[in-house]
């Protein structure tokens, strides 16, 4: 099933084209760290496994990495788990020639060994025919080449299939370049300043020599690709000069001495170094392309010096049998070798450096000043030891290419750019799992939330947002919703405005006074609560209109003024009304509460609804009693869960009811997947296979349940939403811990 976004057959697509144990990368960043090719925004192989696990198609597709290695092996050497990702690395390059080529023809070529044997002779036989019933007058006196096979010809031949080669390969470069290039806007200038670096790159394979200390692969791939353009040269362009039926000195048989000998001794040292794998870390996987290549080029050149040694014994029908062999076996090289398979990546990889160097150069460097951002919070994420930890268990990056890791790596090196840095802290859903599991104790999540501030102080946050942040500043909640509304959600259900009197202040969740949408859900779940609480006896009322947001969203999204308004009205309401309790119908309020209001941390108790409830279970002031007959998984709020770890209280409440069958899911507790609504999620218009709750609810639907629970409004309708988009609404339900509760207590 592919998804817009995720091709779940990526992983098995890429891994026929070579690709080795690609499930046993765990992510460490060993192997981007090992590499000398590997910084800055380019970081592999470790970037390819994450986009190739979590088939990100279209990702692999614009990125230029695969091409920038150079496969020296170091890599595979260093992986822990035996991954080896230079072969993955080569087999992306293959599978990416495939998808450049608009033909079709690299991919059928690269999958499977018939097609390319049988295109290889299919050609060299229409060559040999060709050469059977149409050549010239065949001279046996002395050797007469140009008799034979008539210059002119062959000139015309060989400039019809040098413009067929280029048209190929300039098809499919612009192929890559709409596809590494993308959205990217690059001024002419630049483009036109660094297309010498494409040349360098291109003639003299500079880059290799960083690549590692062993400078000779570096020699032999410089030597190999002099030699083959050389024997294009002569081939396409000084064939008229080369092609002599005199013995006569021209300038042009040094070039060709020059191609023969080291196309000859290149070939031959690649193909032992193969066959004896002398080279551990690399070739041990090698392609049958790597050998049908190599093969090739060296018969070609073998052939060619044959040819020059029958004409000079003035041998006629030898050098005329081995003309038409030699050309058999060139052409078809040429014609299929170069523009579709293992020869095209000396195309293709200085291309890459050339695109990924504009693409570098024409991404707007961040805004973000590192000396405000020391000051504005700790500078404890200078720690950063770039482990991969928080990147690894990043939620987000099931469904999307999101890295904290890179994140911190490029403010700490003061390299961030607006793409890396500011548009990627968007997709973080602040869900905590990176801070709860980092293992320096980096607050991850309050450098986001600074990197946020920043955008929004420059006007660079995200069109979602606009909406949500201004009806906060105007109505005090981020729904646009009408103030004097804000009780609506009761329907017919009578609630007391608060007074000192009350034992807790009932504090409503923006989502739950609301979101009434048909995927929402909250407001039932709001209301169950409220009848909970009359059925215990609790004394409880609540500020109705008066309401405002907590500011959780204000805070999380970097809309510090906002946030601190609110902090400020809803302090000063509470502390004038005398509120001892706050019990709060979601964990984002709860942690608001407990976090970001300093003035009532000594003066009023919160609580989330779910404490409460277990309290009055344990009391006997509410009795489940009725049965449900139920199968049922919990899920864990990020904000009730990793943020303050309350869990077992939801789970006391369901496993108190009769009848229910409690499951747990493979994600829960600390280690629970986020529904995708923290962090201004909610107010995202997600796409089918881009949320993170369809993750959720599949791992729900893996445990049999026909219930999934949970205790939090975002959640809610991050669950119900995914449900309606996967279609599964006959399979399963999201119902709050509240509702299922109502259905079983006593004298309901």
């Known amino acids: 099933m592919k998804q817009r976004g995720i091709d779940q057959e990526l992983y098995k697509e890429v891994e026929k084209f070579g690709a080795k144990d690609m499930d046993l990368c765990m992510q460490c960043g060993n192997c981007s760290a090992t590499c000398a090719l590997s910084k800055g925004t380019n970081t592999f192989p470790r970037k390819i496994y994450r986009y190739l696990q979590l088939g990100l198609k279209d990702k692999l597709l614009e990125s230029p990495e695969p091409w920038l290695c150079y496969y020296c092996g170091d890599c595979n050497i260093d992986c822990p788990r035996g991954a080896e990702p230079a072969e993955t690395m080569m087999a992306t390059r293959r599978w990416l020639t495939s998808q450049y080529d608009f033909t079709g023809l690299a991919k059928r070529l690269y999958l499977s060994e ?20 149409f050549h010239g007058p065949i001279i046996t006196e002395h050797v007469s080449v140009n008799s034979f096979a008539p210059v002119l010809w062959i000139e015309i031949g060989d400039l019809t299939m040098g413009g067929l080669l280029a048209t190929f390969l300039m098809i499919n470069a612009f192929r890559m370049f709409r596809l590494v290039m993308g959205d990217t806007k690059v001024p002419l200038r630049l483009y036109i300043t660094e297309l010498k670096a494409f040349g360098l790159h291109f003639l003299t394979q500079k880059r290799w020599q960083t690549c590692s200390e062993n400078r000779s692969r570096w020699l032999k791939h410089f030597i190999l690709v002099t030699g083959y353009l050389t024997m294009m040269l002569l081939v396409i362009v000084f064939i ?47 392609h049958s392309t790597d050998w049908l290549f190599l093969v090739l080029l060296f018969f070609t050149c073998f052939t060619g010096i ?36 293992k020869w095209s990546h000396l195309f293709y990889r200085p291309l890459a450096i050339f695109l990924s160097t504009i ?66 802290s968007w997709n973080c859903l602040t869900c ?52 004097e509304k804000r009780l609506d959600w009761l329907k017919n259900i009578e609630i007391p405005t608060f007074s000192a009197e009350n034992d807790y202040c009932l504090f409503t969740c923006c989502t739950t006074a609301y979101d009434n949408s048909p995927t929402s ?29 907590c500011g959780d969203i204000a805070n999380k999204t970097g809309a510090k003024e906002i946030a601190s308004e609110l902090v400020e009205k809803n302090t000063n309401q509470f502390l004038e009304a005398g509120v001892q309790k706050i019990v709060t119908t979601s964990p984002h309020c709860l942690n608001a509460f407990k976090k970001d209001y300093p003035d009532l941390n000594d003066t009023i108790k919160k609580e989330h609804y779910v404490e409460l409830l277990s309290k009055l279970i344990s009391d006997d002031r509410l009795k489940p009693q009725k049965e449900l007959n139920c199968k049922v998984t919990y899920h864990d709020p990020c904000y009730l869960g990793r943020y303050n770890s309350i869990y077992e209280e939801p789970r006391q409440i369901l496993k108190s009811i009769p009848g229910l069958e409690l499951v747990e899911m493979k994600n829960n507790r600390e280690r629970s997947l986020c529904c995708g609504g923290g962090g201004s999620g909610a107010f995202k218009n997600q796409a089918r296979g881009e949320s993170l709750g369809e993750l959720r609810i599949n791992q729900a639907l893996d445990e049999g349940v026909n219930i999934i629970a949970t205790a939090c409004p975002y959640c809610i309708r991050m669950l119900n939403e995914a449900i309606q988009k996967m279609g599964v609404q006959k399979k399963i339900a999201v119902n709050d811990v509240a509702e299922l509760l109502i259905q079983s207590v006593d004298n309901h």
């Not at 407001?523 to 009848?531: F, I």
Request: charged share 20%.
């Open 521 to 549: 859900g909250s407001q039932k779940a709001g209301q169950a609560l409220v009848n909970l609480l009359k059925i215990a006896d609790i004394s409880f009322g609540s500020f109705g209109k008066n309401e405002l947001c």
């Open 114 to 133: 018939a097609w390319e044997l049988g295109s290889l002779a299919t050609l060299a036989m229409g060559i040999i025919l060709l050469f059977t019933f």
């Open 359 to 424: 693409k570098e150069k024409a991404s707007q460097k961040s805004n973000i000043n590192n000396e405000v951002l020391r000051q504005s919070i700790s500078d404890t994420f200078m720690a950063c030891m770039q482990c991969g930890t928080c990147t690894t268990l990043c939620p987000v990056n099931n469904i999307a290419d999101y890295s904290p890791r890179q994140i911190l790596r490029s403010i700490s090196l003061d390299t961030a750019t607006v793409e890396d840095v500011d548009v990627s």
């Open 306 to 341: 044959l040819m020059h040694l029958f004409r000079l014994s003035d041998w006629a029908y030898p050098t005329y049998i081995m003309y038409a062999i030699h050309l058999a076996i060139a052409v078809p090289m040429l014609v299929i070798e170069v523009p579709f398979g």
């Open 432 to 483: 905590n799992t990176c801070v709860e599991f980092c293992p320096r104790g980096i607050e991850i999540i309050d450098l986001t939330k600074a990197v946020r501030s920043f955008n929004l102080d420059s006007d660079q946050a995200p069109a979602y947002l606009k909406t949500p942040l201004k009806s906060l500043e105007n109505k005090g909640n981020p729904w646009n919703g009408d103030p």
């Open 240 to 286: 008229r000069w080369f092609q002599v039926d005199d013995n006569s000195w021209h300038f042009t048989s040094l070039f060709g001495y020059y191609t023969t000998g080291t196309l000859m001794f290149i070939t031959a040292e690649m193909f032992y170094s193969r066959y004896k794998k002398k080279e551990e870390s690399i070739h041990r996987f090698s």
